[in-house]
């Protein structure tokens, strides 16, 4: 069962910075898309970015500019790096996976790591 364990997170004042990093218990063959999503309470989980297995990479438009999403598929980690934190970053962060290593696809998912940040 492959699991995957996000580290980082933390509490910091609004224009500092941050360094989530994500790791699988287990290397992932057939990886397409590693992402790092986001989830307050009373909301739906929302994408903040993503990179495809070609490299390409897709922001949430309120982090584009502050954010980079980067990743290493042969050791099955992506990180993600925030600057200019503000309050409104304050969430629960999940990484993602996607591979083809199944007849169906996969999906894993972290458990979550707490951002928090202070005005």
């Known amino acids: 069962q492959v699991q995957l364990v996000e580290s980082g997170g933390g509490l910091v004042q609004a224009g500092g910075s941050l360094k989530l990093s994500c790791s699988a218990s287990t290397r992932i063959f057939y990886i397409n898309v590693m992402a790092w999503y986001r989830q307050t309470p009373g909301k739906q989980r929302e994408l903040v970015a993503a990179?495809?297995?070609?490299?390409?990479?897709t922001y949430l438009d309120s982090v584009k500019g502050r954010f980079t999403i980067s990743a290493d598929i042969a050791e099955t980690t992506v990180d993600l790096r925030m600057n200019t934190l503000k309050p409104e970053d304050t969430a629960v962060y999940y990484c993602k996976i996607e591979a083809s290593d199944t007849d169906y696809g996969s999906a894993y998912w972290g458990q979550g790591t707490q951002v928090t940040v202070s005005s």
């Open positions: 990179i495809n297995k070609d490299g390409t990479t």
